[in-house]
């Protein structure tokens, strides 16, 4: 059975010249992303004038290998969930 924690905290990302993730830092931590899971894009509140977010599901190494959802919405990034 999958656990998820919701995180829901702004981070910073790294991108390479092709805008794929690189890389992110969350509490100060740097993680390493090996493998692009996977993307999509939800609608948000269209009608607040908030822009669509756009999700990657990554997995990233810090002192252990793990599953991540990041997503952009505007210029900011943020860290969505944990996949345990």
């Known amino acids: 059975m999958q ?8 981070i910073k990302v790294h991108q390479d010249r ?3 993730v690189t890389a992110f830092i969350w509490r100060k931590r740097l993680y390493r992303v090996t493998e692009v899971i996977g993307w999509w894009r939800e609608p948000s509140e269209w009608w607040d ?3 669509m977010r756009l999700f990657y599901r990554v997995t990233a190494k810090h002192a ?4 991540y959802e990041l997503y952009r ?3 900011s990034w943020f860290l969505s969930r944990i996949l345990d």
């Open 18 to 20: 092709d805008s794929l």
């Open 73 to 75: 919405l505007g210029e």
């Open 3 to 10: 656990m998820v924690k919701l995180i829901g905290e702004p």
């Open 49 to 51: 004038g908030k822009a």
């Open 64 to 67: 252990s290998t793990g599953t």
